[in-house]
């Protein structure tokens, strides 16, 4: 791999690891904007499919920027966007784990949780958003996602069962 | 796999319930454990059932302390709740050992279910497939946004926050780190104010 693109990757990733509050989610928004429009890396599809094995797959679904790098640059690419992306928000929840040992339940740490809780919901929200907006399929991903989140909410199906029903969906009416 | 007997740990932070020093393979695999088998984002609760319940790594509260905390802060979820718990275990080792055993294998996995797929790229169907699972994630993940939603919204301020940080993204596309960088502090001194009136 070129150390432009090494160095690329740690641009995207590290910020984005410092500012994935609420989780890895949050960010997806945001890494679509950098690598299908900033970067060109890869087309709208192409990163709706890289979205899709990272839920389909086992594990978290954060592993999706292990999969960008992968995408770029094959293996050093996966490990280094994995170290970019899971280090540096690591290193300071480690720290944090340690300072609420010593300080359980301090005024401070309640206003922090409580404070960025909004933040991570809108930017959830808005990574929902951006990837229906460029989800292959239109009206019809919309009505998938839409039923998926129902099905969720209403306790009618499991999550595996939902990602196998998408494909049926989209094998017999995409 | 069974840890060799070690001496009673002398980390005052440790459960009560963990008599001996855990053995750090045994983290690695318990959650290379997690990792490979919680599938679509109900990992939290896996890892409830296995480290509270069954090998009673941790107790409950201090789990649910721990989950509430990683799901505000900077961080995948479930790699900051591997890290609480590694902490809680063996310290820095415990908990580079667990994050490492979470997504060390599960990465493994997905990219050769990646590798798979482009295998296939050239069949109308793996689009179809790949499109289908893609919208039905989308899905999956609206729940989890609506419930942080839901646990968020206390107040008119929280609610303007959601919406505030929802348009600047998605309607003037703003640059996240521009965006939590403002709303971020505007929310926590807010928060901190609300919590010294109440």
């Known amino acids: ?174 | 796999m069974p840890s060799p007997p070690e001496p009673l740990s002398a980390d005052s932070t440790s459960p009560p319930a963990a008599t001996r020093r855990t053995g750090l393979t045994t983290i690695f695999l318990a959650f290379s454990k997690i990792g490979l088998t919680a599938f679509g984002g109900g990992m939290s609760g896996w890892m409830m059932r296995d480290f509270v319940r069954e090998r009673r790594w941790i107790d409950e509260a201090d789990f649910l302390n721990g989950l509430a905390l990683s799901q505000s802060f900077p961080g995948t979820n479930v790699v900051n709740l591997a890290i609480w718990i590694g902490n809680r275990l063996r310290g820095g080792a415990g908990a580079t050992a667990a994050v490492a055993g979470l997504l060390g294998p599960s990465l493994f996995a997905a990219v050769a279910i990646l590798a798979v797929f482009d295998l296939l790229t050239h069949l109308k169907a793996t689009h179809q497939v790949l499109a289908g699972v893609g919208a039905a994630a989308i899905g999956l993940s609206l729940e989890m946004a609506l419930k942080a939603a839901r646990r968020s919204a206390t107040s008119a301020f929280s609610i303007a926050v959601i919406a505030a940080v929802f348009a600047a993204v998605c309607l003037f596309r703003l640059p996240l780190p521009l965006v939590v960088a403002v709303a971020a502090p505007i929310s926590i001194v807010v928060a901190y104010r609300r919590k010294r009136e109440g």
């Open chain 1, 1 to 174: 791999m070129d150390v432009q693109t090494f160095l690329r990757l740690l641009a995207v990733f590290v910020p984005l690891s410092l500012l994935s509050v609420g989780g890895g989610q949050a960010v997806v928004a945001d890494i679509h904007r950098q690598v299908v429009a900033g970067l060109g890396w890869m087309t709208d599809g192409q990163f709706v499919d890289l979205f899709a094995v990272s839920r389909m797959a086992p594990g978290p679904g954060s592993l999706l920027a292990s999969l960008v790098g992968w995408r770029v640059s094959g293996w050093s690419g996966a490990v280094i966007a994995s170290l970019a992306f899971f280090g540096p928000s690591s290193l300071v929840f480690f720290a944090l784990a340690h300072f609420w040992t010593v300080h359980p339940r301090s005024r401070l740490m309640q206003a922090v949780e409580e404070g960025l809780a909004p933040v991570s919901a809108g930017l959830m929200l808005a990574t929902i958003f951006v990837l229906l907006a460029s989800a292959d399929g239109g009206i019809l991903a919309w009505a998938v996602a839409l039923v998926s989140t129902l099905a969720l909410v209403t306790n009618r199906a499991g999550p595996f069962a939902l990602l196998g029903l998408g494909a049926a969906v989209f094998l017999v009416l995409g």
